[in-house]
């Protein structure tokens, strides 16, 4: 399954699409500053009820978000490689934000959260999101944080690179020692502009060992 008809992957779609005249070196329709606020609004009122201040963001996109959250650490997450040297440059000299293609070995037992916004539905290959819940659970923060569609549908013609899963069950199945803690409204439905607009925050937290 093709996520665009010049693409082969959901990794090359993101590559072609931050290049694109239209969103270049930008994360696309999630960057509008309607949705911008709202994700951003909701994030600060998760980090505050849940005492979060150090994050990891797996799929950071652009920065944009990363500038409006309320926390004292960011460690941003990005598979590509020019949009995270783009974002060293961007935070220069800002000593609470660091970016890598990876989640980095040193930054285990810093963060109280990993988080996700956005992302799961542009997982379009199986073994790409597996991959990718591995990574967001395996960072072993006390929380996870995910902002997604728990629903299954797939894309077609220009949307073939948007796939919403039912991730709970995965979560569920895979990373039992995660207890969902809060799930929030989706935005408000008159203002329902795209798939997206339907996504929720979830919250899960680790549970004692």
Not at 16 to 24: I, K, V
Not at 154 to 169: D, K, P
Not at 196 to 209: E, G, L, Y
Request: net charge positive; aromatic share 14%; proline share 1%.
């Amino acid at each position: 399954m093709k996520p665009h008809k010049n693409s082969t992957s959901s990794h090359q779609y993101w590559a072609d699409r931050y290049l694109h005249t239209n969103f270049q070196n930008s994360s696309g329709n999630g960057r509008l500053k309607f949705r911008l606020s709202y994700k951003a609004k909701m994030l600060n009122k998760i980090f505050k009820t849940y005492e979060i201040t150090k994050v990891a963001d797996f799929g950071c996109g652009d920065g944009l978000l990363a500038s409006k959250l309320k926390i004292t650490k960011y460690y941003g997450i990005e598979i590509n490689s020019e949009i995270v040297d783009n974002l060293k440059n961007k935070f220069l000299g800002k000593n609470e934000f660091e970016f890598s293609t990876k989640f980095e070995s040193q930054w285990r037992n810093k963060i109280d959260a990993s988080i996700s916004v956005d992302v799961i539905f542009h997982l379009i290959e199986e073994d790409v999101y597996q991959k990718y819940m591995n990574e967001l659970f395996f960072a072993d923060a006390k929380y996870v944080v995910i902002r997604a569609y728990n629903h299954k549908s797939q894309g077609t013609g220009r949307n073939s690179h948007i796939l919403h899963r039912e991730f709970l069950n995965t979560i569920k199945k895979y990373f039992p020692n995660y207890n969902l803690v809060n799930v929030s409204s989706p935005r408000r439905r008159h203002i329902y502009l795209s798939d997206s607009d339907k996504n929720q925050f979830f919250v899960f937290k680790k549970s004692k060992q």
